[in-house]
């Protein structure tokens, strides 16, 4: 099998430009498409297109997880600092933004159509979040402002700044709210239509913002650069594998890796052979079967939405395996904080649709509005790996269905570990799916 290294050109693989940082005089325009997957009850609309107007931000790369569609943040960086918006819904505003911490935490003074909401503080540094004054308005056209008056900077120590990559309102103002689209085979994987040119044999990416774009890979994809773009493309993997490997392999602690609109089909399936193995990475919309685990995390700063994991490979004798079986998952978390795993169809599994906390430390996931089933547990969370308590977990708004034990195991947690659980049920009747503690 032949292997191509990602130096020099390739048949359909380029190179993407890094924005430039754009400072903005008074009142400048700044246009930041955000669109988040963040939900709330009541199924309203996800982030939209926000345009801020500021007087001192400064548009960046974003930094923060999930990745905005746009790529961008606005920072706010001293004090005085303001950006305003118009958004449209009801309830309470929701500013999805991430900090950098200087002997405390920034604070935001909001206003809607000129009152005061309570301020909000930004603790978290990596995740955006929704974060929310306790206020609600009713439904129409507002205007939001947000400033930032409580900056601190101590040369050559820290520097408190806030970044917004989102404002929106708690509720769309749609008279019939919809929620999320479930993936599946139409809106996953390579679309349809899409010319492919095929690439036989391993390709070993060394060049930083390398883009691989309509291919079919008759090998592997080892990504040993920064800020890689994947898409459009079908990953086969080549002859059967002696030793672990992914599809899609970045085990080397570059950043910025993204997946996008592509299809992980290996031509021979192995016990040795999973879908992505990866750390820092966003992946969406991708179509990955017939691996052990389709996406096995390794190292956080993770972000997996809107894909259909199904049909896991699963062998017996599996040598890799203690009880001789696989012990295959739809996503494996072995590792790492800053995980997102939102909006995705995980099924056709034997061990788990997913798995947490095996290998090293684990903080801060989020898993919510997925489709889960199959396997012994929907989701099984242990403390095998460190001991130790996993914090910063929250499961919410998942839909269950039913597992190799029936209804009686959607998830398995440790009673050890300060999880927070909400609205999550049988996706069959929407009764409460409750977790079995351990």
Avoid at 121 to 129: A, C, F, M, P, R
Avoid at 224 to 236: G, L
Avoid at 422 to 431: C, F, I, L, P
Wanted: proline residues 5%.
């Amino acid at each position: 099998m032949s292997s191509t290294t990602l130096g020099t050109a390739c048949p359909k693989i380029g190179h993407e430009q890094r924005s430039r940082r754009l400072r903005l005089g008074a009142l400048g325009l700044a246009t930041i498409i955000a669109t988040l997957g963040l939900s709330t009850v009541g199924g309203e609309a996800q982030a939209a297109v926000q345009e801020f107007q500021t007087n001192t931000g400064i548009v960046q790369p974003a930094t923060g997880l999930p990745m905005p569609a746009s790529g961008k943040q606005l920072a706010l960086m001293s004090n005085g600092a303001v950006a305003s918006t118009t958004v449209s819904g009801s309830g309470r505003v929701v500013v999805g933004a991430i900090a950098s911490l200087c002997s405390g935490a920034p604070i935001l003074d909001i206003t809607v159509d000129g009152v005061a909401q309570s301020a909000v503080t930004i603790t978290k540094t990596s995740s955006y979040g929704a974060n929310m004054p306790r206020q609600s308005v009713p439904k129409g056209s507002h205007v939001v402002k947000i400033g930032f008056n409580n900056d601190e900077y101590q040369p050559g120590v820290c520097d408190r700044n806030v970044y917004l990559a989102s404002v929106r309102m708690e509720f769309a103002s749609t008279s019939t709210p919809t929620g999320p689209t479930k993936p599946n085979a139409s809106n996953t994987g390579v679309p349809d239509g899409t010319p492919l040119t095929v690439h036989n044999g391993d390709i070993q990416v060394t060049q930083a913002g390398t883009v691989i774009d309509a291919l079919d890979v008759r090998g592997a994809i080892y990504v040993k650069a920064n800020n890689v773009t994947i898409k459009r493309s079908i990953i086969r993997g080549g002859a059967a594998s002696s030793a672990n490997k992914g599809l899609i392999v970045s085990w080397w602690k570059n950043t910025g890796l993204k997946i996008e609109d592509s299809t992980l089909l290996p031509d021979h399936p192995s016990f040795y052979l999973d879908g992505l193995s990866a750390g820092n990475f966003t992946a969406t919309r991708l179509d990955i079967s017939k691996g052990i685990d389709s996406v096995k995390i390794i190292g956080g700063n993770a972000s997996l939405t809107n894909s259909w994991l199904h049909g896991n490979s699963h062998f017996s004798p599996d040598p890799n395996q203690s009880d001789n079986k696989s012990h295959d998952d739809g996503v494996q978390v072995t590792g790492g904080s800053n995980i997102v795993i939102s909006n995705n169809t995980i099924e056709g599994v034997h061990n788990a649709a997913i798995m947490v906390g095996q290998g090293t430390v684990v903080a801060d996931v989020d898993i919510s509005g997925n489709w889960l089933g199959g396997g012994g547990c929907a989701i099984n969370v242990t403390q095998n790996g460190t001991g130790g308590p996993i914090n910063g977990m929250k499961i919410s708004k998942n839909r269950f269905s039913p597992g190799s034990y029936g209804t009686t195991c959607p998830m398995r947690l440790p009673s050890a570990s300060p999880i927070t659980l909400s609205g999550n049920v049988w996706d069959s009747n929407g009764q409460p799916a409750k977790p079995v503690w351990f």
